[in-house]
């Protein structure tokens, strides 16, 4: 028997996968919301006697425990043979004796290292000047491993080059670019680096911020098949312990606000990247601990990204019906919102206020105190259209509260809102729109539609404003039929017969329905890039919007069976093709 066959025997798949994934039992099989990718609805499948799992949704993909630990852990096989061979007792000897990481991460590695070095050179001396004003000692420096990329072309490129690192893979790490004549160069130049690290700390990618104050002032590592920044908390690796410890994590927006609170010892401090929490991130925060504080800045773009975040973070925490255990019943999560004073972030506060951090953490409000703090400031509670929206925004968390704390709150709103509190619960039990009849209510369909729309226009304000494009990719790259919109499915033909780089020219060519579409997709602005850069995003949406045709495909496919546990060869060759496919746009 090969090694392999004797490790899959000797370990249960449903074991393994319910280290990490709450399963529920469903007939012979087990099922779970899918951990590679956000849903509510559960389509990831675990079958514990072929000892494969399948995701029916969004992934469209499945395999062994070996596949899973690839996906999970994002490593090679090597590497997950590493991982399963000692958990099923069987000895592996392995002819090479090379590092246990991929060659991505080693690259990394190499990198990191040199970006390291580089910041105690001459040209680097500005990246140390703000290092200095920002207050961050070297003891810092070296735990956060930061770094600085020089302003060459092809510093690091040679450097790489000197290791013998193979181009193509430095590209796919992202670390090198491709220009317009086809010239390999150095992606990160003259800029402050910041590694990001997964839980295990390895080096998934970098973060860079301008020293010059030329846009953007931040950059990431582009996705890569290990860095995805939807999936990782910048610091995690070194609060891990201390957030176990507390039994509390903080939540924080930018590198440096987690650097500034470590340096003060203020150790269980994270970061979500500059974005929302997603998630993915909630989920690898929430076996750590029962509280997390969210600490974003406090202007209106931080009030956002704090409202967006309790919306993905409800998507983990919320469920309290009895139609579905949620991780928020069996792993209770409290998560608190910290109000800084306005103008100021966690670094500025942490530096320069007289307050104890720890005190400031403990006087968060909980969640739901901080929500309607906010809608009843946003909406006129006077007015019908105010208190239905009210209603709208409060009535999923409240759906997920506890009974007794739900009354509770049903009683502050009722008095607020002066509202009939049993009209208050019918209307918060059935989750129904309170605005009066006049006013659209937002569906998930419509909203889904908006967002396939925004890609499909998206791609084509990108080719339309960037005629050089024409030249730079193959027809059968795209194609017509990765447009959902029928209207921009047109548009895309009529640009690809048309010569002209001229917009009122080819606009002239339209009828009257394509001039309004056409309008939307021009009204899209994009960054200022390099035309490899331009490139690189125009691969990058192609991706995406070939990705969604060949799910909605699947889906198809998938949805015509009327047991999806049981597959005929025909459709499981059609769907492996698919899935197949699926995973070539990942890569």
């Not at 997964?198 to 030329?214: E, I, N, P, Q, Y």
């Amino acid at each position: 028997m090969a090694d392999t066959d004797a490790i899959k025997s000797k370990i249960d798949l449903v074991d393994v996968i319910s280290e990490s994934v709450q399963l529920k039992k469903s007939g012979r099989n087990y099922k779970a919301n899918c951990p590679f990718h956000d849903e509510k609805t559960p389509s990831f499948i675990v079958d514990p006697v072929r000892q494969t799992w399948h995701c029916f949704g969004q992934c469209s993909t499945g395999g062994d425990v070996f596949s899973f630990v690839m996906k999970s852990e994002k490593v090679e096989f090597v590497e997950a043979l590493r991982v399963l061979a000692p958990r099923a007792g069987v000895d592996i000897s392995f002819e090479s004796s090379s590092s246990t990481k991929t060659p991505l991460y080693d690259i990394n590695d190499i990198a990191l290292k040199f970006f390291q070095e580089a910041l105690f050179s001459d040209e680097a001396s500005t990246a140390r000047e703000y290092l200095s004003l920002r207050g961050i000692k070297e003891e810092s420096v070296n735990s956060f491993s930061l770094g600085y990329s020089p302003k060459s072309t092809d510093a690091l490129k040679n450097h790489l080059a000197f290791h013998e690192i193979d181009f193509d893979q430095a590209l796919k790490c992202g670390l090198l670019a491709m220009t317009d004549n086809g010239r390999v160069r150095d992606f990160f130049r003259g800029r402050l680096m910041f590694p990001i690290h997964d839980a295990k700390g390895r080096v998934c990618g970098f973060g860079a911020r301008t020293l010059d104050g030329s846009p953007p002032k931040y950059i990431n590592t582009s996705a890569t098949s290990i860095f995805d920044k939807q999936s990782l908390v910048y610091g995690l690796h070194l609060a891990h312990d201390f957030i176990r410890s507390s039994d509390t994590g903080v939540i924080v927006e930018g590198y440096m606000d987690v650097i500034a609170a470590h340096e003060h010892g203020y150790r269980n401090v994270v970061a979500s990247m500059g974005t929302a929490l997603t998630v993915m991130q909630v989920n690898q925060l929430k076996r750590l601990a029962k509280t997390f504080v969210l600490a974003l800045d406090q202007d209106i773009a931080g009030q956002e990204a704090t409202l967006r975040s309790l919306e993905s973070s409800w998507q983990v925490f919320d469920g309290r019906d009895t139609k579905q255990k949620s991780v928020f019943n069996d792993n209770p999560v409290e998560l608190k919102v910290l109000s800084l004073p306005e103008g100021k972030d966690p670094d500025e506060f942490i530096r320069n206020s007289e307050s104890n951090w720890d005190d400031v953490i403990d006087s968060a409000m909980p969640i739901f105190n901080y929500l309607t703090d906010v809608v009843f400031e946003k909406y006129d509670i006077n007015s019908p259209g105010g208190k239905g929206r009210i209603l709208n925004v409060l009535s999923p968390i409240l759906n997920a509260m506890e009974i007794l704390d739900r009354e509770q709150y049903l009683v502050e709103i009722s008095e607020k809102l002066n509202i009939d509190i049993d009209l208050i619960r019918s209307e918060v039990k059935n989750n129904k729109s309170f605005v009066s009849s006049t006013t659209e209510r937002i569906r998930p369909s419509n909203i889904k539609k908006n967002e396939d729309n925004i890609l499909d226009e998206k791609i084509l304000s990108l080719l339309f404003k960037n005629f050089f494009l024409k030249e730079s990719f193959q027809e059968s790259d795209l194609v017509d039929m990765y447009f959902n919109n029928e209207e921009c499915r047109q548009l895309y033909r009529m640009w690809l017969d048309t010569d002209t780089d001229s917009h009122e020219m080819f606009e002239s060519l339209l009828g009257d329905h394509l001039k309004v579409q056409y309008k939307n997709v021009v009204v899209h602005d994009f960054p200022e890039m390099t035309n490899t850069e331009l490139s690189q995003n125009l691969y990058e949406y192609i991706r995406l919007i070939k990705r969604r045709f060949l799910m909605t495909r699947r889906a198809t496919v998938a949805n015509s069976m009327e047991d999806p546990t049981i597959i005929d060869q025909e459709v499981q060759e059609l769907l492996m093709g698919l899935d197949k496919e699926i995973l070539d746009t990942y890569q």
